[in-house]
């Protein structure tokens, strides 16, 4: 089966209407290794209008079928895991393993949505008078525009897909422009359980054409979005003057708390391991390390010494843990907060430069800073690469406090052996998550999103998909 490339329109592959591509880049090698088209405004409009007809007659599809849909193309995803994952890591440049276990999490995405389908509910409510029946439904909300960043393209385009489908919404998906092969996968796997055409559409092109003429129109009732905060704001600001609903997972810079009563080896390699995963590149990374001061030498000891043995290189080749950063401006933007963080005095422990042994690629060893202090943009501002910067606290207080000096929300976590102390910070950090003895969070059953500027609504559990239902009610006079 090959690698789909094309627009997904109306249940048909098709290049744009005018013919124009855009190249996709292999980020170990920086050569081109395949184009996707650059939709037209005329393929947006076709997009539109497959999305609205279909929903017209999706929405009439019992929760049971679309259940089997959804499980269908789970099971799809898992039959061909590793072309898809190889797809991922041509584009993209997380190591094979890492790609792997995206596409599993994508495929679970649709499994628990395929439940969830089954477990809409509505309710019936006593009112003042016996004459009155009053009724509360629940209705798909309608064509769902989604808008899926490059860093998780299969597991963040599933994130809205799934549940879209579960509620009986049609959805227009744009994939990044940096790896659309891996989104297009999904469809194909829609296309190939036999989803009726038009539920899903896919358009590869300007995000800011396609974005603009999407919420603009009238066909879409709600938009979801995972990325960077200036581009939650512009998309925010257009579905505000089209008054539109809209799900915003944003930015991050997570915190991590190691208290002295941790156990610091482990705690020393989960948070090496977990922060150079994906290069950093991940919205719920941990990029603070605060450490009690007790501690603190022990702990980034072991921190360094994992980070030093962790394998730069190709994802595709056995044996590599970092591959490389996605393109050219995040690796750009790596060597400049490690200057500026340098330049006012911290230390890099470790890494602080791109591989020698990698002429070509964006990549960049796994740097630990020490030393660094809160008004440098290591610590400020949402890294999004490889480099850990690592702080120190005193108490229970100046941890929480020095957690929660940032403008971001989206996830915190903490290692103690302490219940007490485990509680108690959880509740006090001032995010949307908390990883308690542990990074990794994400899951299909719970609910996934932040506050503050990092954004508002959830991904996942029962939560995200009554989002894409509304509430209708009805009162009965017998």
């Known amino acids: 089966m090959e690698i ?5 329109l109306n249940g048909q592959w098709r290049d744009s209407s005018d013919g124009a591509t855009v190249e996709v880049i292999d ?8 184009s996707v088209p650059v939709a037209t405004a005329a393929d947006v409009d076709l997009a539109l209008d497959s999305s609205a007809r279909a929903f017209d007659s999706f929405r009439e599809v019992e929760a049971w079928s679309r259940a089997q ?16 994952a190889l797809t991922l890591t041509e584009e993209q440049g997380k190591p094979l393993a890492e790609a792997k276990g995206e596409i599993l999490a994508s495929a679970d995405q649709f499994d628990w949505y395929a439940g969830e389908a089954q477990r809409i509910y509505g309710r019936l409510v006593e009112g003042h008078h016996r004459g009155h029946r009053l009724l509360v439904m629940r209705q798909p909300i309608g064509p769902v525009a989604a808008f899926v960043p490059y860093n998780f393209p299969a597991l963040l385009a599933a994130r809205k897909m799934a549940p879209a489908i ?20 999904l469809a194909e796997a829609c296309h190939q359980v036999g989803l009726p055409p038009g539920v899903v559409n896919m358009i590869t092109g300007r995000s800011s054409q396609i974005s603009q003429q999407l ?10 979005l995972t990325g960077s905060v200036r581009v939650g704001q512009q998309l925010m600001a257009l579905c505000a003057r089209h008054v539109k609903p809209i799900s915003l997972e944003l930015g991050g810079h997570s915190p991590v708390l190691v208290f002295e009563d941790a156990e610091l080896d482990r ?7 977990g922060k150079f995963r994906n290069a950093g590149q991940v919205c719920i990374s941990a990029s603070r390390f605060y450490v009690q001061e007790s501690v603190a030498q022990r702990f980034i000891e072991r921190f360094v010494q994992v980070a030093r043995s962790l394998r730069v290189g190709d994802g595709r080749v056995e044996g590599v843990d970092v591959g490389p950063l996605t393109n050219r401006t995040r690796l750009a933007a790596t060597e400049q907060l ?28 796994p740097t630990v800073l020490t030393g660094v202090e809160p008004s440098m943009r290591i610590m400020r501002e949402e890294p999004f690469c490889p480099v850990a910067p690592i702080a120190t606290f005193r108490s229970l207080e100046d941890g929480i406090e020095k957690a929660n000096a940032t403008e971001y929300g989206l996830a915190g976590y903490l290692f103690t052996q302490s219940t007490r102390t485990a509680f108690l910070a959880a509740e006090r950090l001032d995010v949307g998550m908390v990883g308690v003895n542990n990074l990794v969070i994400a899951t299909a059953e719970c609910p996934f999103g932040g506050i503050k500027q990092s954004g508002f609504g959830r991904e996942g559990g029962q939560e995200w998909i009554e989002s894409y239902t509304v509430s209708k009610y009805v009162n009965l006079l017998l």
């Open 27 to 34: 980020p170990a090698s920086e050569e081109t290794i395949d």
């Open 267 to 273: 705690a020393a390699e989960i948070c090496a391991r």
């Open 166 to 185: 579960a509620a009986g919404c049609t959805v227009i998906v744009k994939p990044p422009i940096e790896a659309p092969r891996t989104t297009y996968w």
């Open 338 to 365: 490690v200057e500026d963080a340098v330049a006012q005095g911290a230390t890099a422990a470790c890494g602080g430069r791109r591989p020698r042994e990698h002429a070509r690629g964006f990549f960049y060893e």
């Open 215 to 224: 919420i603009a129109s009238e066909v879409v009732r709600k938009v979801s």
């Open 69 to 84: 849909y959804l499980r269908a193309i789970a099971d799809f995803l898992r039959e061909h895991l590793d072309p898809i």
């Open 4 to 8: 789909p490339h094309q627009l997904y």
